[in-house]
């Protein structure tokens, strides 16, 4: 009954534009979230990712494409894979990188966060590769860098988790091929906390993949989470059945504090992957994991170390496929900036 | 002394079913006549209110005035100019301010701030238990010899059904309306957004339709069995309309408002995570959001109110679940309101009635009204005269309102309190 038409778009209400990721030609100036990313430039991204790769099998892993550039890696969360690959990425691109490690508990203000962040501007850094507990902060930071500084999302609280959906993308694509209308993926575990999930879900959607199915018990399903395309099944054997790609998320410990869990042996036992229950899926299912594992929680460890476990090869893929959102980031002509809307 | 006549102006009071223009004569702070000026009446000054509407001043039965305790985001001497400004000639403060008003000591205090000010009136809701914890009462009735009109436990919980309705049957022993925004603190507890699909692609946590209509279930049979005189507040959900809609047909003496941003906002204007609309109870669904505008054209809300809650600029600078809720809503809660009229949403005596006659039933006060002896607190706008909310039109200290860039039609052009011109409107 509203009458919308009289009313402003989202983004004139507020400063905080939704597509800021993209600058007046379409390509990426930050990288943010999957969300309302085009198939083309996904397959862009796994393509650029892929003649990196070819590099970093050589014995000289490095090319000049961001040499002067400086990198830095902003983690206000702990994380190890993801902060190591960003940096060993940056660095076979030739640019600077800059580790600051920020513990969450010092920066909880609003404030402080903008002041590291201006701090950092005015070392003249190109680019900020950001992880944050909150949901959305890659956004607010996205929104008041400078203009000429780039923001990658390395994990944005439950919301976003780009790259790593990617380089589960490109590990999907190297094993099962490039037509994924034929692929069923499963995605069990921790779905309501986990921005790895929803990441991936976008991205297997852009990508037109067959069956995308969600695999966890009602606790930890998010409401609604079929609006984004997903079949949601809370019996792991049924759900599990034919699947392709089965990709496990991490369990974490506190779950069982909130009372969303009673213990992580009725998880094992009802949602962990033993591999009995691998069986159910495709004989060539390949099995994923962000990392890092808990064994025995969400996963055996004869099927975290089994011949269909390609949870290393993830690890190896996060390397190319961040250069290649890098160098598409930095690499685009600076003048593109000019004229852009605000 | 004191002597003012509005003339030509469209008087448009619900509570007198008065729809039409009248010359209105008012002296020494009362309304002492409609359409014919009483004998020997001589004005000391005259409005021309020729193509403009005089309503009766309007009260908000939920505006925080950050003063005591956050005078670094407002006090209330500048809410009390914006309130003026914006034809709210009554602000209903609740009792969560910094110390709380569990005694009378800050009931005077306020009191004391806003005489002096000399803008609109304040009138209070004292605490139901003291400093808000939900487990000791209140000296209630120290509290109302104080001023306060009713008692409120705000958004904090009373965990034990016992003391609340202990509180309850002891408010209803002093006469003391309660005002109930109701809340289950465990199932809203962290939550920042409408537990929905919105929420859950952005990673927010959730609040769902639970965290209210749970509070409101055990709040009516609590009500029901005490007898005390309950209002409920700020509602957001098609199934508290529902609710509520079902107890008043059962018979029961309640009433209900909605914030006006709950009428304009849905879950969707958060998906830039933008923090502006970052409020509680959290902006739902669009059915929720026809179902509140039904509620109040049906009569199942009594009132709107702007739920004013004006922030500092830092409150709203972060990510979305750091941010701190409340919306800046003085300024648009006239536009915002008549805007359901011009919509064809709510017809505009239900709107006027909901902004003053019922939420001055409510407060239990002499005002909301046009008759002949009550207080001449009157609001007089223009239904015609285009404007844009940006930071300098929002008078209130907070500029905080996801309306900004919004084109609204009615703009206040004077504002009378006590019969006094307190504010007009100059190009």
């Not at chain 1, 969450?104 to 680019?127: F, I, P, R, V």
């Not at chain 2, 509290?143 to 059904?161: D, E, H, K, M, Y």
Request: net charge negative; proline share 4%; glycine share 8%.
């Amino acid at each position: 009954m509203v009458n919308k038409a009289s009313r402003p778009t989202d983004s004139m209400i507020g400063r905080d534009n939704w597509n800021i990721q993209l600058d007046c030609n379409g390509k990426l100036k930050h990288f943010l979230t999957i969300e309302g990313l085009s198939t083309e430039l996904l397959i862009s991204i796994l393509d650029t990712a892929e003649s990196f790769a070819n590099i970093n099998a050589k014995s000289v892993k490095k090319v000049p494409l961001l040499r002067g550039k400086t990198i830095a890696n902003l983690f206000f969360e702990a994380s190890t894979r993801t902060r190591n690959t960003f940096e060993l990425a940056a660095k076979r691109l030739s640019a600077d990188v800059l580790n600051v490690n920020i513990s969450a508990s010092a920066t909880s203000k609003g404030e402080t966060l903008m002041d590291t962040l201006h701090n950092l501007q005015a070392m003249q850094c190109d680019m900020f590769v950001v992880r944050h507990n909150a949901s959305g902060a890659t956004h607010y930071i996205a929104n008041r860098v400078a203009p000429g500084i780039s923001v990658i999302n390395a994990g944005d609280g439950s919301h976003a988790h780009p790259t790593q959906a990617m380089l589960d993308m490109f590990t999907i694509r190297r094993n099962k091929g490039d037509n994924f209308g034929q692929l069923r993926v499963a995605i069990v575990g921790d779905v309501l906390h986990s921005r790895v999930a929803r990441s991936q879900i976008h991205a297997l959607n852009i990508l037109n993949t067959g069956n995308i199915r969600v695999i966890a018990p009602r606790t930890l399903t998010p409401i609604g989470i079929e609006d984004m395309g997903v079949e949601v099944f809370h019996d792991f054997d049924e759900g599990i059945r034919d699947a392709d790609v089965i990709i496990m998320l991490r369990l974490q410990k506190e779950r069982m504090q909130g009372a969303l869990l009673p213990s992580e042996q009725e998880y094992y036992q009802m949602y962990g992957l033993s591999r009995e229950r691998l069986r159910l899926a495709k004989p060539d299912a390949i099995v994923m994991h962000p990392g890092p594992i808990n064994r025995g929680v969400e996963i055996e460890s004869s099927v975290a170390d089994g011949p269909q476990s390609v949870i290393l090869d993830q690890v190896t893929n996060g390397i190319s496929v961040r250069m290649a959102v890098m160098s598409m980031v930095l690499g685009r002509e600076p003048e593109t900036d000019k004229g852009e809307k605000s | 002394m004191n002597r003012l006549v509005i003339k030509n102006g469209h008087l448009l009071d619900p509570s007198n079913q008065l729809n039409r223009q009248a010359d209105l004569y008012i002296d020494n702070g009362r309304v002492v006549a409609i359409d014919h000026s009483p004998n020997g009446f001589i004005a000391d000054q005259t409005i021309d209110a020729k193509g403009l509407t005089a309503i009766p001043g309007i009260v908000d039965l939920c505006a925080r005035l950050r003063e005591p305790g956050l005078e670094y985001k407002a006090t209330i001497q500048s809410e009390t100019i914006a309130a003026a400004m914006s034809g709210i000639t009554t602000l209903c403060c609740p009792p969560d301010t910094d110390p709380v008003i569990d005694e009378p000591a800050v009931v005077e205090l306020i009191h004391h701030k806003a005489t002096s000010a000399g803008h609109s009136n304040v009138v209070m809701l004292g605490a139901l238990t003291t400093g808000l914890k939900g487990e000791l009462l209140s000296e209630m009735h120290a509290l109302q010899i104080a001023g306060c009109v009713g008692l409120s436990n705000g958004r904090q919980p009373i965990p034990n059904t016992l003391v609340l309705k202990r509180a309850y049957a002891y408010a209803a022993n002093c006469g003391l309306t309660v005002f109930i925004e109701p809340d289950d603190h465990w199932l809203s507890a962290g939550g920042c957004a409408h537990n929905g699909t919105i929420a859950s692609r952005l990673g927010l946590k959730g609040i769902p339709v639970s965290a209210e209509t749970v509070a409101l279930a055990r709040a009516l049979e609590i009500v029901a069995e005490t007898g005390v005189k309950a209002h409920f507040g700020r509602l957001s959900s098609a199934a508290s309309v529902a609710m509520i809609r079902r107890a008043k047909n059962d018979g029961m003496n309640i009433t209900a408002d909605v914030s006006a941003h709950q009428l304009y906002l849905n879950e969707h204007d958060i998906s830039s995570f933008n923090s502006a609309c970052h409020v509680l109870p959290p902006l739902r669904t669009q059915r929720d959001q026809q179902a509140l505008q039904q509620g109040l054209a049906d009569g199942t809300l009594d009132a709107i109110c702007s739920d004013h809650q004006p922030h500092d600029t830092d409150a709203k600078e972060a990510p979305f679940a750091s941010t701190e809720p409340g919306i800046s809503a003085l300024a648009t809660l006239l536009p915002l309101a008549t805007r359901l009229a011009d919509q064809g949403i709510v017809d505009i005596c239900t709107v006027i009635k909901a902004i003053t006659s019922s939420p001055a039933t409510i407060l239990g006060m002499n005002t909301g009204t046009l008759s002949v002896g009550s207080n001449a607190d009157i609001c007089i706008f223009d239904r015609d005269s285009s404007w844009q909310l940006d930071e300098a039109t929002i008078h209130s200290s907070g500029k905080n309102s996801p309306f900004i860039g919004w084109n609204f039609q009615t703009r206040v052009k004077h504002t009378i309190i006590g019969g006094v011109i307190i504010h007009s409107h100059t190009e």
